[in-house]
């Protein structure tokens, strides 16, 4: 059995698989809240605290221990490479702590002066990153609003918009879940790649839409199977684009922005071509009596 055979006859089958993500995901952010009261870990960039950046190759073994013992607090440590290398050419290492104080700390443990040429700190302030982080709610929120509307004047129908939206918060919901299995701290640059994921998915969940239940040239199956070949091609050149992004940047912030994103756009294959593309099949049929 061909592979569109097999997609065609089991559509409905596959639906089973977001709804178990999206159960799981609920059950992994609302585990996160009670433990937390957060969906998410956040950085400094977020919470408040200090950024330091060093470079030397000395022993970094006791810094961390010995920084714990010191604030009282848990610190994120992060060793720079060169590409293609394994030897440390420096360390970024982060805490909730005063950036002269923790400046001071890092060079009597490790007997180093510190200086501009080899190293660099970054404090934010816990109520102004507290306030990033509300202000980048908000602009998810007005994201799915706009979006929303947008989606709506576009299709004109209430549950084809509806359909579309469902990739936008199943693209989030299942992503917010991912990143918090892996540990990963989002940063102000990490709640930008979520608003990007969220674009990409209503983007090709419009393209399934427009070309299933806007155009008439050919059945169903025909227009859904074009679709899924455009949508596909556009998601793999995308996804190498941002392999051989971060692989190659020896930048924090970068690697995150493109591991959430790449995360986004597994996700969003999911979600769009088993789900979505069964209830707009579904839906399409319904209302136009097509076969």
């Known amino acids: 059995m061909k592979i569109t055979e097999f997609y065609f006859k089991n559509q409905k089958k596959l639906t089973i698989i977001p709804l178990i993500l999206i159960i799981l995901s609920v059950i992994i952010l609302t585990n996160s809240y009670i433990q937390t009261g957060d969906i998410m870990k ?10 330091a950046t060093i470079y030397t190759d000395k022993d970094t073994s006791n810094l961390i221990p010995e920084l714990e013992k010191r604030f009282n607090t848990d610190f994120v440590f992060r060793k720079l490479t060169d590409f293609g290398s394994d030897k440390q050419k420096g360390f970024s290492i982060e805490g909730k702590v005063d950036s002269m104080e923790f400046k001071n700390a890092i060079s009597e443990i490790m007997g180093l002066e510190l200086t501009s040429e080899n190293s660099s700190f970054e404090e934010t302030g816990s109520s102004l990153g507290s306030s990033f982080y509300k202000q980048m709610i908000i602009a998810i929120l007005f ?4 979006m929303g509307i947008v989606v709506f004047i576009t299709f004109r129908n209430p549950i084809a918009s ?8 199943f693209d989030m919901l299942v ?7 892996l540990g990963i701290r989002v940063s102000t640059a990490g709640i930008s790649a979520l ?20 155009r008439r ?33 020896s930048s924090f912030v970068i690697k995150e922005m493109f591991l959430i994103i790449m995360i986004g756009l597994i996700i969003d294959v999911i979600g769009t071509y088993s789900v979505n593309s069964y209830l707009i099949n579904w839906y399409t049929r319904k209302k136009f009596k097509d076969e």
């Open 42 to 51: 956040k950085d400094v960039t977020l919470t408040g605290g200090a950024t």
């Open 143 to 146: 994201a799915f609003l706009f």
């Open 162 to 169: 509806l359909i579309v939206l469902f990739s936008g918060v």
């Open 175 to 181: 992503n917010l879940a991912i990143i918090n299995l």
């Open 195 to 214: 608003l990007l994921i969220i674009g990409y998915g209503i983007d090709t969940d419009i393209l399934l839409t427009t070309k299933v239940f806007k």
């Open 217 to 249: 040239e050919g059945s169903i199956n025909e227009r859904t199977l074009a679709s899924i070949k455009t949508g596909l091609t556009m998601t793999a050149t995308t996804m190498v684009a941002l392999l051989f992004g971060y692989f190659l940047s």
